[in-house]
């Protein structure tokens, strides 16, 4: 183990068959590097115990690869391809049950069938609670279908993680430019905005004990642009209300993690701006290096208590580990 502890949880892994739901995350990816993320998705037991240890990361919660099935169209197929997910995993994490944990995989599409699925998996699996990636074919999660699945969640207390996919339509500002529409900004501004969507469409006022995480250092402005919202939000209300102002959800409700983000000045920032409590640290494995992230976690300009929290206390808690 390496100098300083640390749990990770936006690491993916694949199962065999899910190789159809990924076609769109891999096609602009050199087809050498596509299939060496691609083997590494498929390892659970070797390379990645390996670069855990080699990092000092002690436990890892998994989550299928994106798109997984919120990009499967046939509703009675997506209920059935995560039930078949969460087991393959389960199975995976009982071989090494003090190292990994689980989220599931959730056919959000059936939000009746999403709550059932959720709850099979925390209290019959013991996952620890849900990555979903993105919207479901347009579909966003502050709709009023899903507020059982919100209530189920606090209740549970479990957290739902939040992952990035594509806009459903591209913007007419995408428009020649490839490189925008997917990690290097677009998937940011997209789960941003469905953050928000969260947000602001009362989701939190009607179950204040819901946690939503979001990656990659608060998708990019999160963190940052606390002060803005509350500002712009008092002048342009459009008939919305809350119970609090937006500041008051980024840092509560909402909490991130570092997951492919190496910046100590972008870390600084967001842990000022919401608290050492709400920000830790993750990997986004096999995406971004395990070795990269570990060094600069470990070389953060921060106090041993802080690193302490961001590093494996933060996940701790959250997760009842």
Not at 129 to 151: C, I, K, M, R, S
């Amino acid at each position: 183990m390496g100098r300083i502890r640390k749990i990770a949880f936006e690491e993916h892994f694949t199962a065999p068959d899910f190789a159809e739901y990924s076609k769109s995350f891999v096609s602009q990816i050199d087809p050498e590097v596509a299939a060496d993320l691609t083997r590494r998705l498929l390892d659970i037991d070797e390379q990645r115990l390996q670069e855990m240890d080699e990092a000092g990361i002690e436990y890892v919660i998994l989550s299928q690869t994106g798109p997984s099935v919120q990009a499967e169209t046939d509703v009675a197929r997506a209920v059935s391809k995560a039930r078949a997910n969460n087991d393959y995993l389960a199975e995976k994490i009982a071989r090494h049950p003090t190292r990994f944990g689980g989220f599931a995989t959730l056919p959000m599409q059936d939000p009746a069938q999403a709550i059932k699925e959720l709850e099979r998996s925390v209290k019959q699996l013991g996952f620890k609670g849900t990555l979903v990636n993105g919207h479901t074919h347009g579909v966003y999660y502050d709709a009023p279908q899903y507020d059982e699945f919100w209530a189920c969640l606090q209740e549970l207390d479990v957290p739902f993680y939040l992952h990035p996919f594509y806009s459903f339509d591209k913007p007419h500002f995408y428009e020649g430019h490839p490189e925008l529409t997917g990690a290097t900004w677009g998937w940011g501004v997209e789960v941003a905005t469905h953050a928000l969507r969260i947000m602001f469409g009362g989701v939190f006022d009607r179950h204040p004990g819901a946690k939503l995480i979001v990656g990659h250092m608060g998708e990019g402005c999160l963190p940052y642009l606390r002060w803005r919202f509350d500002s712009r939000f008092s002048t342009y209300p459009c008939g919305v209300t809350l119970e609090r102002k937006p500041s008051e959800y980024i840092g509560s409700n909402i909490l991130i993690t570092t997951s492919g983000v190496c910046s100590h000045a972008a870390l600084m920032g967001a842990i000022g701006e919401m608290g050492a409590d709400a920000v830790m640290f993750s990997v986004d494995y096999p995406y971004e290096s395990t070795k990269i992230a570990a060094e600069f976690i470990e070389t953060a300009p921060m106090d041993d208590a802080t690193r302490a929290k961001v590093c494996y206390e933060n996940a701790r808690k959250l997760f009842k580990l």
